[in-house]
């Protein structure tokens, strides 16, 4: 087991279970914001970290949990409880039905396409599709969290919903990398013609990252829609999902580094609240000097690699 798996994650819970009682409404607020955008982050991270796709359009998957959750709340009155498992569903089906015909391009082909996947959502959701989205305005007036007949309205509420979505991403990235999808997706990110030749689906593997990466995404975009009560398109452009893809590259693709790398682009801004505009200058040179100095990441994961005689067959045999 790993060192930070042992001591740090643990450790890292426990702080987290309490540090609400120890921060000011803003300060929750900005807690909240952490953990909605640690869980897409660590989403990003099974596609593009776990099975080396480029994918750009994470804040797509995030955008339709949270639209999901607006939609079926303030349009036909469910409760946010009851729109959990479509916010998980729906962007999990629509990550098999867009990756579908895209799995076999790589790097930069598959960039240009899941950018443009990313586009055209934000498009729908500005034009008003169906009269249910709101438009550039978007949907306000959602419903508090509430469970068992007890709204739970209050921000520390909202905060352990936030602190449960991670725990719960947090233990699926564990069991995945101790299961054979997780082996599998590391053989892939390694070498996908040798994964091919001891036996492994490649296209399968990746439809079921993206289709897992959606699923996670989209239950944070519910989270993400009960703390503002509102969903809007600016909150799910392209420069959000280039925000995940940077963190998930500059942090190593581990949970530590990925935790990281979200604290410092979301929370740090606002220690320094004033300066918080120029965030995207100041990580725009943090990742030129992260990529420099650690081109592997701030803190690498380490993966299983396929036996070498394996992948001089595979080589061979092509």
Not at 90 to 109: E, K, M, N, S, T
Not at 141 to 158: K, N, R
Not at 202 to 212: D, G, Q, V
Request: glycine share 10%.
């Amino acid at each position: 087991m790993k060192k930070y798996e042992r001591f740090g994650l643990p450790i890292f819970i426990i702080m987290m279970a309490i540090l609400p009682h120890m921060l000011n409404d803003r300060w929750q607020a900005v807690a909240i914001t952490f953990l909605i955008f640690a869980v897409v982050a660590l989403s990003q991270d099974i596609i593009l970290g776990k099975c080396g796709m480029f994918n750009m359009g994470q804040a797509l998957f995030f955008g339709m949990g949270a639209y999901t959750t607006a939609i079926l709340n303030n349009e036909y009155g469910w409760s946010v409880v009851a729109t959990i498992p479509l916010a998980i569903i729906i962007p999990a089906l629509f990550g098999i039905i867009l990756a579908g015909p895209i799995v076999h391009l790589r790097g930069d082909y598959l960039l240009v396409v899941t950018i443009g996947f990313n586009i055209v959502f934000v498009q729908v959701l500005q034009n008003n599709l169906g009269g249910i989205t709101g438009g550039p305005n978007g949907i306000f007036g959602l419903d508090s969290l509430s469970l068992m007949g007890y709204d739970l309205m209050s921000q520390i509420s909202v905060y352990y919903f936030a602190f449960l979505v991670l725990l719960l991403t947090l233990w699926v990235m564990h069991n995945l990398a101790n299961s054979k999808p997780g082996r599998a997706l590391h053989y892939l990110r390694e070498d996908q013609l040798a994964a091919e030749s001891i036996g492994i689906n490649t296209r399968i593997y990746k439809i079921f990252a993206f289709a897992l990466g959606a699923g996670i995404a989209g239950l944070a975009g519910t989270v993400f829609a009960v703390q503002y009560s509102a969903v809007s398109p600016e909150a799910f452009e392209f420069i959000q999902s280039v925000l995940f893809f940077s963190i998930v590259l500059v942090g190593g693709s581990s949970i530590p580094g990925i935790l990281l790398g979200v604290f410092v682009m979301f929370v740090v801004p606002e220690i320094f609240r004033e300066f918080a505009t120029w965030r995207y200058f100041i990580f725009g040179f943090a990742m030129i000097l992260a990529m420099i100095l650690r081109p592997r990441g701030i803190w690498p994961a380490t993966f299983g690699k396929i036996p070498k005689f394996l992948i001089k067959d595979s080589n061979h045999g092509a």
